[in-house]
Structures are given as C-alpha cells and as structure tokens.
C-alpha cells in the first residue's frame, strides 16, 4: 500500500509538472475580439434588479474574498464544513457563448478581461505550455520526490504577508474554487490524502508557489478519478452549474438535451433565437406528423474523461463567479494573478485530458470530448480562447487537440438541417474558433487551411459534388432550403393539409432569417481565413476550384450528380457577395481574366461577345508576348471576377430550375385535368387501369413539385439576395460600360466604330447573365428593381440596344429587348417607374427608336434553325415597345424623322406586311381545323362510330391547332394594332411608291381570306370587284362599321375600279408589244451592280424607288423563303435570291 501510494505521488507530480510549469501569464493587456460572440458574457459584477448598479461588497466579504467559513469550522481550515453552497449559485454560471439577458450586461473590467486577450506579446507565448506534450516523455522523468521543487523564495512570501490578502485567505479562496480540501473530509469538497499527509509531514516543502500548488491540487484530483475504477471523487460535489444535462441512452452513450429553464442553464437559447418552435406553431405540421420539440439533442461519451472535464469546466467558471461577487478585491493584482493562474492551470489539464496523457492517448480519428461542450455552447467565457492561447505555440499538441473538434464539428453539421436550429450550434462554434487571434495570427484558421481534406483534387468526373461532400468547408456550405438537396424541410413546413398562404408567407419568412443566420456563420469563417495572411493564398485557391469545377452547372443541360447542389452554390455565393460588397471599382483589372496568373479557368471555347476564336487566339498571343502588360492580381480584382462567375453558376441555374419546374407543374396540372376530363372515355376500356396509375401519379408527383417550389421560393426568391445580386451585377454593368466608353457616365451613342479588343473578347454570359436576371426579377420579384442601380441597369440597356454592331450574337440582343419587353406597364405593371426611366433616357429618345426598327428587320436572319419562328416572337417584343414608345411625346419626333427619311423604315414596313400575311393566313387555317373538329364532336353519333385511336389523334391534333392558334393569332394581333396605329398617326410614308402596292396587296388577301371558304392557293393578290361588293354586304349585316364608314369605303371601291379599268385598257394596249422594246429588271443589292444590261439600250440605271420595292420582298414570293431562279427571259436569266 505504503509502494502504491509512493508510486502515485511521482506520477502526480510529474503530471502536475507537466501541465502546470510553463504558463506564464502574458505581460500585455488581453481582451475578446469584438467580433466574437463569446464577449456576450465576460465577467463582471451581476446587475441589480431592474438594471440597478450592483450593490457593494460589505466589508467583512471585502477583507476574506467572501472565504468565511462557518463557526464550527477552523480559521485555518482550507475548506471547511460548510464552505460556500455552490448550489445556490448554480444559476450564475457563466457560459462562454450564453445569451442570458444578465449575462449581456456585465461589464469588462475584471482581471479575466486583462488575462483573456486574443492579443499576446510573442514573447511572452513562447514561454506558455512548452512541455505540454504528453508524448515528449512522461514516463521517462527520472525526478526524486526530493529534488521536485525549489524553496519558496522569501521576498515573495514577504511580498504576500504586507499584502491587504493574507497567504491562509488565499489557500482558502484556492481551495474554495477547486472545492478541495487537505484537513478534513466533508461533503461537496474533494478531500486530497496525498496532499493532505505532505502537509502533515512538512507544510514548508509542499509547493514552491501558488502555481505549483493548483497544479499539485487539480494533478491529484485527476489522479484520483482515473486510479478509482468504481470510486467517483467528483459524486459528492454539487454542482455550481451545469455543463450537460446528461441522460442515459440505450446505447450507453450520454444524450445531450439542452435544459428548458433558461435561467438554469447558461446555455438557454437566447430569448431572441429562432427556435424550430416557432415554426411548428403556425400550424405548418400536418398530416399525421408530429412536430418534435426545439430541444437540441448531442451525445457524449461516459468515461472518466467527461468527469474530468466537467470538473474543470466547472472550476474555470467559478473564478468568473468569485469575480463577480467580490469584483474590488479581485482586482487587486495578486489576486487577479492568483485567479488567472487557476484558470491557466485549469486549461493545462484540459489539455492534458483532451490529449488522454492521463488515461490513454485517443486517435485523431476520435471526436473531442469537448465537441459536445461547444455544441451546448456551455463553456465558460474565454475557455476556448485560453485553450487556444495555451496550446497554439506547440504545434503536435494544438493538432492533437483541435483537428478532432473540427472533425466533430463537420461530422455535426452534417446531421443538421434547416428543420430545426441545430444546425447554428456548429456554425457558431466553428465561426468563434476561426475568428480567435493573437497579433496578425489566427491559429485554428491555419489549422483548417492544412488539413488534408481542405481542398482536395478530383477524383472523378464529378468534380463539382466531390468537393461540396469532400472538402471541410463543404459540409457547413451544404446547408440547404431546396428541396433536392434536403427533403426533411419541405417534408415538415410545406407538407400539412393546414397550410395556408399567410402560413407559408410567414414559414418562408423565418426559413430565411435561417438562412441568413447561417450564411452569415459561413461568411465569418472565410473572411477570417483570408484576414489571415497565412492562409489567404489557400483560401483564394479553395473559392477558385469550387468555381472551376462547376463549370458545367451553367450549362442548359447537366448531370445533377456531377455538380455542386444549388443551395451549396447560393451559400458561397452570398458570402462572396459580402466579401465584394465594399470592393472600388477603380481597384479592379478588367484583364484579369485573360491574365497568367488567371486562377479562373475560362475555355477558348467559352462564346466571346464579338471575338471569334480566331481572333480571340490571335489577340491572345499578341498580348502575353509582354507580359510588362500585366500587374500583379490584388485581392479586390479576384474578388470580383470569382463573384461574377459564382453568379453564373449559381442565382442563374437556380432561376432556370425554377421556370422548369413552374413549367412541369403547369404541365402536370394540364394532364390531370384532361385526363379527369376524359374519364368517361377511358373508365370502361381496358385501358382504365393504366388511366387511373397515371392520374395517381401525376397527382403525387404534382405535390412534389409544388412542395419544392415552396422550399425554391424560400431560398430563390429572398428579396435581400436578389437585392444583393442586382446590386453586384450593375457594378458590372460599369465596369463593361468603362471598357466600351471610358467617358462613363458621360458616354455618348454611337460608339466608337473600333470595337476594343478587351471587350470582344469578353465571355458571353458577362452580359446574358444579367438579362437574364432581370427577367427573371421582373416576373416573380419585381419590387426589387427599385433600387438606385437602377439608373447604371437602364443606361446599359439603352447602349447596347443601340450598339448590335458590339455583340455579335442577335439572340442576345434580342434577350435585352425583351427585358424592355416585360418591363413595360402593360405588361409588367409594377415596373411602370423603371419602364419610365428608360423611356425619357437621353440616349433612348434619340437612338431607341432607329436602333429597334433596324434589329426588326435584321432579326430575319439569325443564323439558327429555327430562326423563321424566332423572328415573330422578337418582333411581338419590339411592337409592345414602339407602342409604348409612341405614346411618350419626347419620342414623336424621332418617329416622324425616320418615317420620312430613315434608312430603316421602308424595310421595317415590308417586314410588317410579311408577317400580318403568314400570321393571319397561319390562324385561319388552324381556326378552320379547330372548327371543323368541333363539329365532329358534336354529332356525338357519328364521332362515337370512329375508332377510338382515330378520336385521341383528332383530340390531340385540336390541343395542338388550339395553342397554334392562340399563338399566332396574338402576334398577329399585336402586327395589326401596329398598323393601325402607324396608318392612323401619318399616312405619307405609306403612299411611297415601294410601299403602297404591297400594302394594298396585303389587304387584299387577308380580305380574301376572311370573305372566302377557301384558301387563296395562287397566292394572287389582284383586286376583285366583287371582293369590295362582299366586304361592304358583310359589314352592313355584322353591323362592325357605321353607314358613313361604310359609304366612304363604297366609294374608295368605286374609284379603285375606275384606276383598275384604265390599267387594264393600259396592259392589253401594250400587250402585243415586239420583245425588242422590253427590259428586264433583275433585283440585286445595289453595292453588287447599281445597273443592269438591256437588249435594246445596253445598261439601264435601276431606281431607288424600285430597288426598295423589289429588295424588301423578293424573299417572300418563295414558299419557306428559298431561293428561286425565274426562267430565262431574252439574253437573260433572272434570279431571285
């Protein structure tokens, strides 16, 4: 027995050592970092009830540190019978991140602000924990019991006996802290018998210094709970607070649930948290399921490890709350160091423990113990903070310590979803670690930035998924609202049969304050990492490779597995818009992207706005060949440019979901009503089964897409991110519009007529992507367009609409006009103010109008297959405009000037007449098949004796005239109105020669067409008398028209008879003419050939006039546009082409 105890002193003493020897206080001030959540509770005297200051000390308290002891027990009883009941103070304890109302309050100015301090003098680090390291050979100190310490030194013992706290005052305030005591056993202290026999044989010898002696005290209780297998030294105590409300679980593990009574526990969830509660309230729970509580459930492991670090948890804590209740005594300095020397010492052993130097080494691969803590966010004020300052200098011990918490706190966050709060716990605790700094250094972040899963290379083709599910960060970016990357929020807030629209309006309301709370988390993580010089390059490295490998996510078409999910993408990007939001333009190199040193990989392939890629590689060449060129890439320039291309792979695909899915639904919705409709076709078939397995599961895949656009419309349609988004994007618009002007904002239309190769050779998306935005925010969000940015979004628009020479791409010119498109009122209504600004721009009044009539007629060939199509959908757009247009008065004469000379106009007219000819043409023939299926339909005998295959393609073929029909019928609806309002306004550029025979051609046909039961197949468009006569019959009869307007159509038939009589006698008078007094015109553009070769006279001028007429129609006579070769006639054969 006599060998054992022996035996256990030397280890305790080597331990203590050890874990105690080498913490010197540093010589500096400290203090938390402002930005750290755990400055909620530093320490300080507890206010009074309702705010009042604190009440003094009394003065017995003052002189003995509040260390009385009761009558019974003896003055010089370290702890005595009845000590302190710490019971009574359970309520007081201090939680490093508590949100306790009283705790917010306390002020910093006690000792534990000026020993906390996340800015230490270096040199005074070196000195702290350098044995720390338990491997460095414990076992192996070879130190006699009487060689262990020096003599105490005699001027410090004098320096404590003038002292105003005697040497046996603070053994007791010691002992009071650690609840320990070597006199005599008693309940709620731990009695230590080692200590307690060295006193017995000689007081002066047991320690050299206070140090000495809490390592001693805190090294022999540890020992005792790891050498009693069955005995727990720490069962008798009560406790002052409570770190874990521990219960058992039938997997002998320890399940975490965070105490109900705030005031209880120092880790209550702050009166102002979002808790899952709150959400369930509202009713959003139905079905069946039941809504589980907001209690935060984690799991620890039992072992004697957890009960050490419960009790030095505890004892780090009661030093703040000996603070606070004696706030003037504790700050004098020997006392204050006295305080701060526990605290250290504390913290040494719970290195010591978390390292298992005093049971058995645990594996990197092992949770921390201390996991479970933080995610309870029940640690002291400054426990992670001293932890860190303790053991940061020694780099085996600081990894040994730290990379299993941050493993823990990954494996943590995976667990989490946005159905509870859980997941702020480790956001939280991850953000506090990274944001913890000594001088210019952040540790943890360095710590993060080396593990080897930081930012690994690919393994497979699915770059993009790989690094969201391999990478640290991934897996605290990976929170998501979507209902494709986490069903369980869709599942609990949009699944209930109670859902109702204020419901889901106040649901997606909280979901976004989530998501806001937890991107913010994310953006303190990085932001602390690139603060950190050390691990700003790392960090640039990791943001580019999650942007280079989701390339593919901006494609049309893309596997989903291969890629980063959207809500991934939405969360990097909101934290790189907080990263760019105070980024100066001037500060940022539009070359970046084509420099060497680019981290962005954009493909050669990647379509240029006007560079081919010829010419891209050509300018390429040319410009790497000086690299003198070049400056070197600042942080504001990749800043930048990886948050435009992050909103290229992220906000738009996400839009693109979204219409697709809007799309699916309306298709869904549409199948299930025709196929309700049709019951009474199909229920008795034998195909009715099959009928009834459809409509079940399109009504169960309807609900799924309807539950996914209520978690897409949570985290897409956030006004605050769209609001960020647009913001970013009309910085970009400045930056394009320097490279194309740098006047900018004095920039003057035209351009210059010399494109800068810098802006050619920019990626395509720099501008779609933001057309594309904004329809997509003027659709589903248009209040967010008023914004100040507007104005930038406005003068952009205008210039490149005016500047089609600049892109080379008429689709993406196209997608600018439609932005016009729907923001006008009368089609977007909310948009009136932005459609306003765009109309009255000074650059719009003089050049919009030219500019849209010239890309009317352009727009006929585009260059894709499907461009015959296209063409009438852009033309709706342009129409909608200029009827808008035409009725601002600022734009009256920009129309006059090119109705009467523009270059434009006479084209744009041909184009008209065009398309009001095949649009009407195309709507009556499927008007015709919609009505003589109709008919069909409603001689039930007959349409009940054709086969039932012969049925379903009739029905399928009128679904299909009846959205043709609607179709075209509004296009060509919108051509009319345009004519009309044009013919109405000015009649003289109409009567140009060129003109005014197609027009009334135009008329004519589509006359023929409606008066006639059969299609004019000759295509001929000559007058007929008769035509006249049946128009004025049908309208007399219809009643569309008053008889006056019906007189003056009368007569302009009468008069158009006599001129048709007089051409008539005209034609057979000079019908039989000999062929040497005919001439050819052949119609070709006039820079080919301006003349043309005669029979007779040799070459003959072709007028202007009949150049016009000819140039703008010759397309149209050929069916489908092709090219056609008319005969020879004489010497000549004429083609049209």
């Given at each position: 027995m006599t060998l054992y105890i022996c035996s256990f002193k030397i280890r305790r003493r080597r331990l203590a050592r050890l874990a105690g020897g080498q913490t010197s206080q540093p010589s500096t001030p400290l203090s938390t970092p402002l930005t750290s959540p755990q400055r909620e509770t530093p320490p300080g005297p507890l206010p009074g009830p309702s705010g009042a200051a604190p009440q003094p000390v009394p003065p017995a308290a003052s002189q003995s540190l509040g260390l009385n002891v009761h009558s019974g027990t003896p003055a010089t009883s370290p702890m005595g019978t009845s000590g302190v009941a710490y019971g009574s103070q359970s309520s007081e304890g201090v939680s490093s991140l508590s949100s306790s109302p009283s705790n917010s309050l306390e002020t910093q100015s006690q000792s534990l602000s000026r020993s906390q301090s996340m800015d230490i003098d270096p040199a005074s680090c070196e000195k702290s924990m350098s044995q720390v390291d338990v491997d460095s050979g414990i076992e192996n100190m070879e130190v006699e019991d009487s060689d262990r310490r020096e003599k105490r030194n005699l001027t410090e013992k004098e320096t404590s006996a003038n002292s105003d706290v005697s040497e046996e005052q603070a053994l007791q305030l010691i002992c009071k802290i650690l609840r320990v005591s070597w006199k005599e056993q008693d309940r709620d202290v731990i009695f230590l018998p080692s200590l307690a026999a060295e006193f017995h044989q000689n007081p002066k010898e047991v320690y050299s210094d206070f140090k000495d002696l809490i390592s001693q005290i805190l090294m022999e209780v540890l020992m005792m709970s790891t050498q009693s297998r069955v005995h727990n030294p720490f069962a008798s105590l009560t406790a002052t607070s409570q770190p874990i409300a521990a219960a058992k679980s039938p997997d002998h593990r320890l399940t975490l649930v965070q105490p109900s009574s705030q005031g209880g526990s120092?880790?209550?969830?702050?009166?102002?948290?979002?808790?899952?509660?709150?959400?369930?309230?509202?009713?959003?729970?139905?079905?069946?399921?039941?809504?589980?509580?907001?209690?935060?459930?984690?799991?620890?492991?039992?072992?004697?490890?957890?009960?050490?670090?419960?009790?030095?948890?505890?004892?780090?804590?009661?030093v703040g709350m000996e603070e606070r209740k004696a706030p003037k005594m504790c700050s004098q300095p020997n006392v204050s160091q006295l305080l701060s020397n526990i605290r250290s010492q504390c913290i040494s052993h719970v290195a010591l423990v978390l390292q298992g130097a005093l049971t058995q080494p645990r594996s990197p691969l092992q949770q921390s113990l201390l996991v479970p803590y933080m995610l309870c966010r029940n640690?002291?004020?400054?426990?992670?903070?001293?932890?860190?300052?303790?053991?940061?200098?020694?780099?085996?011990?600081?990894?040994?310590?730290?990379?299993?918490?941050?493993?823990?706190?990954?494996?943590?966050?995976?667990?989490?979803?946005?159905?509870?709060?859980?997941?702020?716990?480790?956001?939280?605790?991850?953000a506090e670690l990274c944001e913890i700094k000594f001088g210019k250094t952040h540790p943890v972040c360095n710590l993060v930035t080396s593990l080897p899963l930081w930012c690994p290379k690919?393994?497979?083709?699915?770059?993009?998924?790989?690094?969201?599910?391999?990478?640290?960060l991934g897996a605290f970016f990976g929170l998501s609202v979507f209902a494709e990357d986490d069903t369980k929020v869709g599942d609990k807030y949009f699944s209930g049969p109670a859902i109702t629209m204020e419901n889901?309006?106040?649901?997606?309301?909280?979901?976004?304050?989530?998501?806001?709370?937890?991107?913010?988390?994310?953006?303190?993580?990085?932001?602390?990492?690139?603060?950190?010089?050390?691990?700003?390059?790392?960090?640039?490295?990791?943001?580019?490779?999650?942007?280079?490998?989701?390339?593919?996510?901006?494609?049309?078409?893309?596997?989903?597995?291969?890629?980063?999910?959207?809500?991934?993408?939405?969360?990097?990007?909101?934290?790189?818009?907080?990263?760019?939001?105070?980024?100066?333009?001037?500060?940022?190199?539009?070359?970046?992207?084509?420099?060497?040193?680019?981290?962005?990989?954009?493909?050669?392939?990647?379509?240029?706005?006007?560079?081919?890629?010829?010419?891209?590689?050509?300018?390429?060449?040319?410009?790497?060949?000086?690299?003198?060129?070049?400056?070197?890439?600042?942080?504001?320039?990749?800043?930048?440019?990886?948050?435009?291309?992050t909103h290229h792979l992220s906000i738009l695909p996400g839009c693109r979901r979204y219409i697709r899915r809007l799309r699916a639904i309306r298709e869904l919705n549409r199948?299930?009503?025709?196929?309700?409709?049709?019951?009474?076709?199909?229920k008795d078939s034998p195909l009715a089964s099959r009928h009834r397995e459809m409509l079940k599961r399109c009504k169960t895949q309807l609900k799924k897409l309807v539950r996914?656009?209520?978690?897409?419309?949570?985290?897409?349609?956030?006004?605050?991110?769209?609001?960020?988004?647009?913001?970013?994007?009309?910085?970009?618009?400045?930056?394009?519009?320097?490279?194309?002007?740098?006047?900018?904002p004095n920039i003057n239309l035209p351009l210059n007529p010399e494109i800068p190769k810098s802006f050619a050779a920019l990626p395509e998306f720099y501008i779609e992507d933001v057309a594309e935005f904004l329809l997509f925010v003027v659709q589903y969000s248009p209040q967010v367009l008023y914004e100040p940015c507007v104005q930038d979004i406005v003068t952009f628009l205008v210039v490149f609409i005016c500047s089609q020479n600049y892109i080379r791409n008429p689709y993406l010119i196209a997608k600018l006009v439609e932005v016009l498109f729907v923001t006008n009122p009368a089609v977007q209504p909310r948009t009136q103010r932005f459609s306003e600004m765009m109309e009255n721009h000074p650059l719009s009044v003089k050049h919009l109008v030219p500019a849209l009539m010239k890309f009317y007629t352009d727009v006929e060939h585009t260059g894709a297959t499907s461009e015959f199509y296209d063409k009438f959908t852009i033309r709706y757009h342009i129409s909608t405009i200029f009827k808008s247009l035409w009725?601002?008065?600022?734009?009256?004469?920009?129309?006059?000037?090119?109705?009467?000379?523009?270059?434009?106009?006479?084209?744009?007219?041909?184009?008209?007449?065009?398309?009001?000819?095949?649009?009407?043409?195309?709507?009556?023939?499927?008007?015709?098949?919609?009505?003589?299926?109709?008919?069909?339909?409603?001689?039930?005998?007959?349409?009940?004796?054709?086969?039932?295959?012969?049925?379903?393609?009739?029905?399928?073929?009128?679904?299909?005239?009846?959205?043709?029909?609607?179709?075209?019928?509004?296009?060509?609806?919108?051509?009319?109105?345009?004519?009309?309002?044009?013919?109405?306004?000015?009649?003289?550029?109409?009567?140009?020669?060129?003109?005014?025979?197609?027009?009334?051609?135009?008329?004519?046909?589509?006359?023929?067409?409606?008066?006639?039961?059969?299609?004019?197949?000759?295509?001929?468009?000559?007058?007929?008398?008769?035509?006249?006569?049946?128009?004025?019959?049908?309208?007399?009869?219809?009643?569309?028209?008053?008889?006056?307007?019906?007189?003056?159509?009368?007569?302009?038939?009468?008069?158009?008879?006599?001129?048709?009589?007089?051409?008539?006698?005209?034609?057979m008078d000079y019908s039989d003419a000999p062929d040497e007094f005919k001439e050819y015109v052949v119609c070709v553009p006039p820079l080919i050939l301006r003349y043309m070769k005669s029979p007779t006279t040799g070459f003959i001028f072709v007028a202007p006039e009949s150049y016009c007429n000819n140039l703008v129609t010759f397309q149209h006579r050929a069916p489908r546009h092709q090219t056609l070769c008319i005969g020879l006639h004489g010497k000549f054969r004429l083609l049209v082409f």
């Open positions: 120092p880790m209550g969830p702050s009166a102002g948290s979002f808790g899952a509660s709150s959400l369930s309230s509202l009713g959003a729970c139905g079905g069946g399921m039941s809504c589980e509580s907001a209690s935060d459930r984690f799991t620890i492991e039992t072992c004697k490890e957890t009960e050490m670090l419960n009790y030095l948890i505890e004892r780090f804590d009661s640690l002291p004020y400054g426990f992670i903070q001293e932890l860190v300052r303790i053991t940061h200098q020694e780099d085996e011990v600081f990894r040994q310590i730290f990379i299993p918490i941050l493993h823990g706190l990954a494996l943590a966050v995976k667990e989490c979803s946005f159905d509870s709060d859980n997941f702020k716990f480790p956001l939280m605790a991850l690919p393994l497979s083709p699915g770059c993009g998924r790989e690094i969201q599910r391999l990478s640290y889901t309006r106040v649901v997606s309301q909280s979901l976004q304050h989530y998501l806001e709370s937890a991107r913010g988390d994310m953006f303190k993580v990085l932001h602390n990492i690139l603060l950190n010089s050390e691990t700003r390059e790392l960090a640039l490295n990791y943001m580019a490779a999650l942007v280079n490998y989701n390339v593919k996510k901006a494609q049309m078409q893309t596997d989903d597995k291969l890629v980063s999910t959207d809500g991934f993408m939405l969360n990097f990007l909101w934290v790189l818009q907080q990263l760019s939001m105070k980024i100066k333009l001037e500060t940022v190199d539009p070359y970046y992207i084509f420099h060497p040193r680019c981290r962005l990989v954009v493909s050669l392939e990647e379509t240029r706005l006007k560079a081919t890629m010829d010419e891209l590689k050509a300018w390429l060449s040319e410009l790497h060949k000086d690299p003198a060129k070049f400056t070197e890439p600042k942080f504001p320039t990749e800043c930048f440019f990886l948050t435009l291309h199948t299930v009503e025709e196929l309700k409709n049709s019951e009474s076709q199909w996914a656009k209520a978690c897409a419309d949570v985290g897409l349609l956030d006004e605050n991110l769209l609001r960020r988004c647009l913001q970013f994007y009309s910085t970009v618009i400045q930056l394009i519009l320097r490279m194309v002007d740098p006047t900018y009725q601002n008065i600022a734009h009256h004469g920009t129309f006059m000037e090119e109705f009467n000379s523009g270059k434009q106009f006479v084209r744009y007219i041909n184009m008209l007449i065009n398309d009001t000819t095949f649009l009407l043409d195309e709507s009556l023939e499927s008007l015709k098949r919609i009505h003589e299926v109709q008919e069909e339909m409603k001689n039930k005998e007959q349409w009940e004796q054709l086969p039932r295959e012969q049925q379903q393609s009739r029905q399928s073929q009128l679904t299909q005239d009846e959205r043709v029909s609607r179709s075209y019928l509004a296009l060509a609806t919108e051509t009319v109105e345009m004519f009309h309002i044009l013919t109405k306004q000015v009649q003289k550029p109409f009567l140009r020669p060129e003109l005014g025979p197609r027009l009334a051609a135009m008329l004519n046909f589509n006359l023929q067409q409606l008066l006639t039961s059969g299609t004019c197949c000759s295509l001929q468009r000559s007058y007929s008398r008769e035509l006249f006569e049946e128009v004025i019959s049908k309208m007399r009869k219809a009643g569309i028209k008053s008889s006056i307007a019906i007189e003056k159509f009368k007569l302009l038939s009468e008069k158009v008879e006599e001129i048709v009589a007089k051409n008539s006698q005209s034609e």
